[in-house]
Nanobody, 124 residues
């Protein structure tokens, strides 16, 4: 059974950091394009970052550039989203997703497998 499980969410204060993890079972993440998405209450799901299977390039939306970093640990079959200098507007449920294409896209419908999400709340 193919499964993605996110972890690492929580409640933090503005300026603090979190590291989200996305672990796969039933398939390997080594040669997959993986995206992180988030959805805040009342808002559409938006792509946050992506790592391409084509050449390992990473992409970020403007609002998180310089604060978020995506990495992968193939030995653990896990992808991470390191989030620094968190802001209240980063509050959302964060999802990881896998697509079969070699190239990153922000279109959620292009992704084939999704995790259940992990809540990130940034509040003082």
């Amino acid at each position: 059974q193919l499964q993605l499980v996110e972890s690492g969410g929580g409640l933090v204060q503005p300026g603090e950091s979190l590291r989200l993890a996305c672990t796969a079972s039933g398939f390997t993440l080594d040669y997959r394009t993986i995206g992180w998405f988030r959805q805040a209450p009342g808002k559409e799901r938006e792509g946050v970052s992506c790592i391409s299977s084509n050449d390992g390039s990473t992409y970020y939306i403007d609002s998180v550039k310089g604060r978020f970093t995506m990495s992968r640990d193939n030995a653990k079959n896990t992808v991470y989203l390191h989030m620094n200098s968190l802001k209240p507007e980063d509050t959302a449920v964060y999802y990881c997703a896998v697509e079969e294409s070699s190239f990153c896209t922000w279109a959620a419908y292009e992704y084939d497998y999704w995790g259940q999400g992990t809540q990130v709340t940034v509040s003082s």
